[in-house]
């Protein structure tokens, strides 16, 4: 298990990641961390660090690319930062590398011979008629991209973003965080979705999600203003073990991590976790309520439904 420790503004938010890393449930405080890390790559000044582990991450390392949930691209208007500044660059390249554009330069000469006879009758203004070199860049000005189909969704435009950024060509560590890639998708979309995201991961691009759906990756979870995650209840496994009444073995607590993760991820009430637990078993109960109160996560527990002995233990914790 791998973790990112993002500190801004003297707060720390500890996230488990992997290839694809998830971010789900409280919205408004994932949109905000997001544009921390995106910051933290793409800005020369960001006063955002990122660790990974122990170690500091390299943005040099790193090409991130963020795609917000109202991503558009401009197709009519080509700019220096325009995603489709590298597909109109191959394309005029090849169109400039072909026969037809000598011809067409040849022409323009001619053309530019031709208004020089011409403005020869402008001398007794004192002027000359010119025109400026055929290029390239004047090839561009009127290179515009229209989709396919006739109009183009959010998620379309998420995709061909995501598409251009996992084909170019960069000899650096990839990251691309991706918001509420759901919005206005249906059945079809998620699962080509789903696709895309394995495809990329699999060659070796890291995801960044912040999504209600689910996707197989690294799952975080916001919980009244704290995140947890596999990595979060392994750094407290110890001290929670120690703190126990009773025996705990590595499967128990597996278990415990594994009941709260997937409970969480069904969005059940915290609430109603222990009470589900403690159906199970009175020791995951008092396990999943302990991991929550070293995570400084408060929950309810009605204690009179447990033992003698673990209502001392739960009166004295």
């Known amino acids: 298990m791998i973790q990112w420790s993002i500190k801004v503004d ?13 971010l789900k449930s409280a919205r408004w405080e994932w949109f905000t961390l997001i544009r921390h890390i995106h910051d933290f790559f793409d800005s020369k000044n960001s006063p955002v660090e990122i660790f ?40 005029i390249g090849k169109l400039t590398s072909s026969p037809l554009f000598y011809n067409l330069t040849t022409l323009w000469n001619e053309l530019t011979e031709e208004l020089d006879v011409l403005s020869n009758n402008l001398g007794e203004y004192g002027l000359k008629a010119n025109f400026f070199p055929l290029t390239e860049d004047d090839l561009k000005k009127y290179l515009v991209f229209q989709p396919i189909k006739e109009q183009m969704a959010p998620f379309d435009f998420k ?12 000899d650096k560590k990839r990251l691309v965080i991706l918001e509420l890639p759901e ?32 996707v197989e990756g690294n799952k975080n979870f916001m919980i009244h203003n704290e995140i947890i995650n596999r990595v979060s209840f392994e750094i407290i496994k110890r ?8 025996a705990c073995d590595d499967g128990l ?23 589900k637990s403690l159906k199970e078993s009175e020791a995951l109960a008092v396990i999943i309520y302990t991991m929550f109160k070293e995570l400084g996560i408060k929950i309810f527990l009605d204690k009179s439904r447990f033992s003698k002995n673990i209502q001392s233990f739960l009166e004295a914790s």
């Not at 061909?160 to 170019?168: E, R």
């Open 10 to 22: 003297n707060k720390e938010f500890v996230i488990e990641t992997g290839a694809v890393t998830i």
């Open 52 to 91: 990974e582990d122990t170690q500091p991450l390299y943005k040099k390392d790193w090409e991130c690319l963020f795609i917000p949930f109202d991503a558009e691209i401009e197709l009519t208007k080509m700019t220096a930062k325009s995603p489709l500044k590298p597909l109109a660059d191959e394309l």
């Open 159 to 170: 995709m061909t973003l995501l598409k251009l950024f996992a084909n170019k060509f960069i």
């Open 183 to 214: 919005l206005y998708c249906n059945e079809a979309n998620i699962k080509s979705l789903h696709s895309v995201i394995r495809k990329y991961a699999d060659k070796g691009i890291k995801f960044i999600l912040v999504t209600d759906i689910n």
């Open 239 to 246: 001290k929670v073990i120690n703190t126990l009444p009773f």
């Open 253 to 275: 607590y597996v278990k415990a991590v594994n009941f709260i993760m997937e409970a969480v991820d069904n969005s059940i009430n915290l609430d109603h976790i222990t009470e």
